[in-house]
């Protein structure tokens, strides 16, 4: 079954605040939406371009490090325009590139990113990153009703 929207969470749970994009991807799957599908990865690699082919809507969640900004960033994002494909992934614009080369079709994509206070080896979240994960899932939501009231229409 096609899902209308994909959130893919990604990062190193293992690295304290990284794990935020995976944290946020997992509470957006604990909900049960039946138009979203959600995923918490440790990276973004060339497997995701196949099922986000089949999506209208991707939002990519991921942690930023503290002094880029306090605020929860979301951003409209488009894919890579260099021409290059590359099988080395390393941000959600190669990833929309190569699912545009490959498939013909990418959705509409947005990049949230949650400020992060530790990055250390750890498996607990700073309150930096709880206080971001918060804010950040009340974006999505907001993403995600935007949407779903274009697909009604």
């Known amino acids: 079954m096609n899902k209308a929207a994909m959130v893919i969470g990604y990062g190193n ?60 960033q979301v951003e409209l994002i488009s894919p890579n325009g260099s021409g290059v494909v590359s099988c080395h992934l390393g941000d959600p614009r190669s990833l929309l590139a190569l699912t545009e080369y490959i498939y013909g079709h990418c959705p509409s994509a947005w990049l949230v990113t949650v400020p992060g206070a530790n990055f250390e080896i750890s498996d607990r979240l700073s309150s930096t990153a709880q206080n971001g994960i918060s804010i950040a899932l009340i974006k999505i939501v907001h993403l995600l009703d935007q949407c779903q009231n274009l697909w009604v229409h």
């Open 13 to 72: 749970e293992l690295r304290g605040d990284d794990a935020i994009g995976q944290r946020i991807a997992n509470t957006v799957s604990s909900w049960h939406l039946s138009s979203v599908q959600s995923l918490a990865v440790h990276q973004l690699t060339p497997e995701l371009a196949e099922p986000l082919a089949h999506t209208d809507l991707a939002i990519f969640v991921d942690a930023c490090i503290d002094g880029q900004g306090e605020n929860v």
